[in-house]
């Protein structure tokens, strides 16, 4: 078994056992977040019949999955980075989801684009939900405007994305992502990278981001 089947296994098997009960069947989707590996190592992944991995560059991600998807069509990509307005039309239709929506603009131009390409990803909302400077998101207090302004656009919004604080205990930003997704009309939760996974499926995350504890450290 490669090591990288088995370190997928064992994070599934993490979730299981963190799990409650009453929680069991809200088991969510790991995305293999493959940015910067090459296709060599993923594709034991694929072989072992994983579909959903994430990328951060479109460029390295058309390059690396083009083909790949055409001969395994199961395959879901999602992109997880900060996407550039001008990029939008290479992005469309490699990738089936979209993360990072923050902006009217990039709002506008993925429903042209997905017009002229007759392909619809599902997009997340991305949540500044520490409200830092720094990092890219919408944020809270502008959340609710940016929200009803997007519902004018024929968009396919499927949930919240956020990247908590750098913190060693991010729950109570978890608790405060479920907070905003139950005051809309959206299901899924994207949140909880390799480092708090756990904490992210244990607070109703439909979705965790995973890299390093799947494909070890990027060099």
């Known amino acids: 078994m490669h090591i990288t089947v088995k370190n997928l296994l064992d994070i599934e098997n993490n979730i299981k056992a963190h799990l409650s009960e009453s929680n069991k069947n809200n088991f969510p989707k790991i995305i293999a977040v493959s940015k910067t590996f090459k296709i060599e190592k993923i594709l034991p992944l694929i072989e072992h019949g994983h579909i959903d991995f994430g990328e951060n560059k479109v460029q390295e991600a058309v390059e690396k999955w083009t083909e790949i998807k055409k001969i395994h069509s199961k395959i879901k990509l999602h992109m997880i980075g900060k996407l550039q307005t001008n990029k939008v039309k290479f992005c469309l239709p490699l990738f089936d989801f979209i993360h990072s929506l923050d902006n009217i603009k990039l709002a506008d131009k993925i429903a042209n684009e997905q017009i002229k390409k007759n ?28 929200y009803k302004k997007i519902e004018n656009f024929e968009l396919d919004i499927v949930g919240l994305m956020c990247i908590p604080p750098f913190v060693d205990d991010t729950e109570i ?19 909880g990278m390799s480092n708090d996974y756990l904490l992210a499926a244990k607070n109703s995350a439909t979705y965790v981001r995973i890299g390093s504890k799947i494909f070890g450290e990027r060099n």
Not at 173 to 191: A, D, G, H, W
């Open 173 to 191: 930003y978890f608790k405060k992502m479920v907070e905003i997704r139950n005051k809309t009309n959206f299901k899924e939760l994207s949140m």
């Open 119 to 146: 392909f619809k990803p599902k997009l997340f909302i991305q949540v500044n939900i520490g409200d830092e400077e720094q990092k890219n998101g919408v944020l809270l207090s502008q959340f609710e405007s940016f």
